[in-house]
């Protein structure tokens, strides 16, 4: 049988089934009830694990822009160790769920064969700049909202706007034909593992062990050389939200995968917006929020991954705040500091989207996969975060 013939045959023959489902209704129904089911199950083990992520948070000030405010301005790393400790365990537990066959990593969006070279750097380098504006990253956003934080309600809101701007509106005019046509298109998926997987006798599985337990390890190692980080909430804050990711890889690539979805007859991975594997990431998931929340009469408007992930953290954040007695309301000082917020969301949204993720996102999730673009638009943050504080130090000289 020639090639043509075979898919034209394995055409026909899924036609055929998928119309031997649709003509049985008592099929149907069972079809229905268990994706319903497992749906359901991705969501609620995702609001769990997202609810410790924010409780975490709440207690060990884990922040990305918080460590480069830490460093920049008193020289201290440690909240940098407790990040670098999180990316250690993150890429070395994805390392081995690959190894093991549990998930594949090269099924997420980090990983696809189309690098955007462009759009990392300055998607990255806008979130980056943003976060310091808006007081912190999509998550720490989150977590504030949690702890009572006014403002960072308002930033919650826009970078949610903006980030549907840059996904369907607008801002997708430009990001797309601007910054996305700026790429490059490899033949095989731009993780390190396929990348490299010549070197371990084509087994991509062993690469992803080896590599992740060498870049994860460094990671490790980095977090862990200095005794004075050495405290409860450090590493409590790095092993649990690398473990997390961890966690999400899991319930995402294994626990809502379906090798053929009965409804569709292809592969899928349920309750995603992306339709691939997911881990955590908060920018597009604020503006799906956004959108589920307005549309919420839409019977075709489902609760999803993204979102319970940012309903966990919000609640985790409270319950912590709470518990503690550390919430607190919180408004805005004046019209400059409400106007930084505002850009901040912006700059956040449109440059999130951009560059694939956040800190969060492609500093945690994407880089745990060994995906160049991560790398690259890890580096953009962190140089746009950096930025960000040379201009707030330069407005605060400009007014003395």
């Known amino acids: ?122 998607g990255g380098w806008l979130f980056g700049f943003g976060m310091v504006l808006g ?48 790429q490059m298109t490899l033949s095989t998926s731009q993780d390190l593992p396929t990348l490299l997987k010549g070197a371990f006798g084509a087994n991509v599985h062993l690469a992803q062990l080896v590599l992740g337990l060498v870049i994860g390890g460094a990671f490790v190692i980095a977090a862990l050389g200095r005794r004075e980080f050495w405290t409860f909430d450090n590493l409590l804050g790095g092993l649990v939200v690398g473990a997390i990711i961890v966690a999400l890889w899991y319930v995402s690539g294994k626990v809502g995968y379906l090798a053929e979805n009965p409804n569709t007859l292809e592969e899928s991975f349920l ?16 503006a799906y929020t956004l959108y589920w929340l307005m549309m919420w009469s839409d019977t075709s408007n489902v609760m999803t991954l993204g979102i319970a992930s940012v309903a966990g953290v919000i609640s985790g954040s409270f319950a912590y705040a709470v518990v503690s007695r550390t919430f607190r309301w919180e408004g805005f000082y004046d019209t400059e500091d409400t106007a930084n917020h505002m850009a901040g969301g912006v700059m956040m949204g449109f440059g999130g989207v951009t560059a694939l993720g956040c800190t969060v996102g492609q500093g945690l999730s994407g880089v745990s996969t060994l995906a160049l673009g991560s790398f690259v638009a890890l580096a953009a943050i962190l140089a746009g975060g950096v930025c960000g504080f040379k201009y707030q130090m330069w407005r605060i000289e400009m007014k003395v």
Request: charged share 10%; net charge positive.
């Open 1 to 122: 049988m020639g090639q043509v013939e075979y898919e034209v045959a394995s055409y026909t023959h899924k036609r055929q089934r998928a119309a031997a489902v649709n003509s049985h209704p008592l099929i149907l129904a069972m079809t229905d009830v268990d994706l319903t089911s497992l749906s359901h199950t991705v969501v609620w083990l995702t609001f769990g694990l997202a609810f410790v992520f924010g409780a975490v948070l709440q207690r060990t000030h884990f922040c990305t822009m918080g460590a480069l405010s830490d460093i920049v301005n008193i020289g201290d790393w440690n909240r940098m160790r407790m990040w670098w400790l999180a990316i250690g365990v993150a890429t070395i537990g994805t390392g081995l769920l690959a190894w093991q066959g549990i998930i594949d990593p090269v099924k997420a969006i980090y990983t696809t064969s189309r690098v955007t070279w462009l759009s990392y750097v300055v």
């Open 135 to 182: 007081s912190g990253c999509g998550s720490k956003t989150l977590v504030r909202i949690g702890g009572g934080n006014l403002k960072s309600l308002l930033v919650f809101v826009m970078i949610g706007i903006s980030a549907y701007m840059t996904l369907k509106g607008l801002f997708a005019v430009f990001r797309v034909n601007a910054l996305d046509s700026v």
């Open 271 to 286: 309750a995603t917006n992306s339709g691939r594997m997911e881990a955590l990431s908060f920018v597009s998931p604020l």
